[in-house]
């Protein structure tokens, strides 16, 4: 890629706005994500008695099982919800800077 291609999409606002959202947007599930999964290891780590409560009486399932199986699941949903972002708005912005990139090129 020519240098000056790279700098007309680095000098670009949508790109630039692109960048910023991408980031952002990113670091907030990344760190939902963390959050939820340290809670549950620390949880695991330091009071396992917690989560080694049976479902009821006479069951061998814990309260832990359910507990990892949804942080599974929310790891999908976290991922559900960055990729309908990134095919709507994130793929717009990237279409309008090829766009400019084309009509300028």
């Known amino acids: 890629m020519k240098k000056e291609l790279v700098d ?3 000098n670009d606002p949508n790109y630039k706005e692109l960048v910023a959202k991408r980031g952002s947007f990113s670091l907030k599930l990344t760190m939902a994500m963390l959050v939820v999964y ?3 290891i ?3 780590a330091f009071d396992p008695s917690l989560l080694a409560v ?3 009486s006479d069951s061998v399932t814990t309260v832990g099982i359910p507990i990892g199986m949804a942080v ?3 790891a999908f949903i976290l991922t559900g919800i960055y990729t309908k972002r990134a095919n709507g708005e994130f793929d717009d912005l990237s279409n309008k800077i090829k766009n400019s990139i084309k009509d300028n090129g």
Request: aromatic share 20%.
């Open 8 to 10: 007309q999409i680095k």
């Open 38 to 40: 340290f809670a549950f």
């Open 42 to 44: 620390l949880t695991i």
């Open 54 to 56: 049976p479902l009821s």
């Open 72 to 74: 599974i699941v929310f």
